[in-house]
């Protein structure tokens, strides 16, 4: 029975929100650890981690202490002046990957852009002005003009025109397509190495070993948007380290600050060619998100969450595994903590909205997929309580 408090709420939403997507009448009010809780204190286990954002948790301690002692030093100075946790939440993601330089944006269709115009100046100042830009389809890079330009997802094909121009969408895991799509007007590559939104589909070893050396014979950017699968939810802190590759630059969001708006995109010493005025932004590299990055980062890195992660997920898929014949499920995959399988049918919203009263959150990112993207911290106890939800909502609706 929902309370005075939450229809009041869900009233006033109805007047004073912005409609943008259809969301289930409760309100979410506090989160502790792997639980969120509504306005009524239901409780809600999380298996969609605020979206694969929630690394630590919700409010882990290491995120809540940063906040409170950055908060009380200082906020923002403003992009026009140096602050010193930006200077060293860039020295410590450099120290950890294979690129060598960063900035800071808030979330990750920021960065992709950023991304974009560095590749895109790099063509103006090396390369003829080449500008054009492969992607593609089925990926998601977020929702500026630009990024839905970039984006192959088949529903925006004719949203929003005109689309930003320049970007062009070929099969993923197809290497002959993107050969053919290289022009002398390519600039750049970018692909997520494992497509989240799509469906979880993963990059093939080889796809990704041979667009690395297409870019190098073709002076093309390999660009790795990371916002989903980076800082260790595939098991490695990011996912491109898995295909024993570097690409020239990477986008990162999401878990960076785990769940705290926050970014970043970093790039090799090349691609690092912005003028004074090419690129910015108010909020970016603010001391206190930058606080906020360091230690959440720190804190993946120092308990080792991303073998945690790729431990865990086996585990899950284990457990997935010994459903899948009693309800028909297929192609169960993914890597660490970034998985999905298939329904029979295209029951996924439906399940979506059976398991939610009772206490779980699970995401359908396909007409006939399931995606788990649980934090990383995450224990094998939660995991029994997930599968005990979903088994008994697969058998009420798959029968
Ligand atoms: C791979 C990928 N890139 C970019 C984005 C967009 O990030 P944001 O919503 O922070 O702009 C997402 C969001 O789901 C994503 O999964």
């Not at 380290?241 to 995109?265: E, N």
Request: glycine share 10%; charged share 20%; with cysteine.
């Amino acid at each position: 029975m929902m309370k005075g408090k939450t229809s009041e709420l869900l009233e006033m939403a109805q007047r004073c929100l912005i409609y943008v997507t259809d969301r289930p009448p409760i309100v979410m009010e506090r989160g502790e650890g792997m639980y969120l809780f509504d306005t009524e204190e239901n409780r809600y286990l999380d298996f969609v981690g605020g979206w694969a954002v929630t690394a630590l948790g919700h409010c882990p301690p290491v995120l809540v202490k940063a906040l409170k002692e950055q908060a009380d030093v200082l906020v923002n100075c403003s992009p026009a002046f140096f602050n010193d946790k930006m200077i060293a939440f860039a020295d410590l993601l450099v120290r950890h990957s294979c690129f060598d330089q960063a900035w800071f944006g808030n979330s990750g269709a920021e960065v992709n852009e950023a991304a974009i115009k560095l590749a895109r100046k790099f063509g103006a100042l090396h390369k003829k002005g080449a500008y054009e830009i492969i992607t593609t389809e089925q990926s998601f890079h977020g929702r500026t003009l630009a990024m839905m330009s970039a984006t192959g997802k088949p529903a925006w094909a004719s949203l929003f025109e005109p689309k930003a121009a320049g970007f062009v969408h070929v099969p993923f895991n197809d290497l002959n397509a993107i050969q053919k799509a290289v022009s002398d007007k390519t600039i750049a590559i970018m692909l997520e190495p494992i497509q989240g939104e799509g469906g979880v589909n993963i990059g093939d070893a080889e796809y990704m070993k041979r667009i690395r050396k297409l870019c190098d014979e073709q002076e093309i950017v390999m660009i790795v948007d990371e916002v989903q699968t980076g800082l260790g939810r595939c098991g490695t802190l990011f996912a491109y380290q898995q295909y024993g590759i570097d690409p020239d630059i990477m986008t990162l969001a999401k878990g960076i600050g785990s769940g705290y708006p926050l970014a970043a995109v970093l790039a090799k010493n090349k691609f690092c060619c912005f003028a004074a005025g090419d690129h910015g932004g108010t909020y970016g590299g603010n001391s206190l998100g930058m606080a906020v990055g360091i230690a959440v980062v720190e804190e993946i890195i120092n308990r080792d969450l991303s073998s945690y992660a790729a431990k865990m997920g086996d585990y899950i898929m284990d457990k997935l595994n010994a459903e899948a014949a009693k309800f028909g499920l297929t192609r169960i995959r993914g890597k660490g903590l970034l998985l999905a399988f298939d329904l029979p049918k295209d029951a996924g919203k439906e399940i979506v909205s059976k398991v939610l009263p009772k206490g779980l959150l699970l995401n359908s990112p396909q007409p006939a997929t399931i995606r788990l993207m649980p934090p990383m911290i995450v224990e094998r106890g939660h995991v029994e309580e997930m599968i005990r939800i979903l088994s008994a909502t697969l058998k009420e609706v798959l029968g």
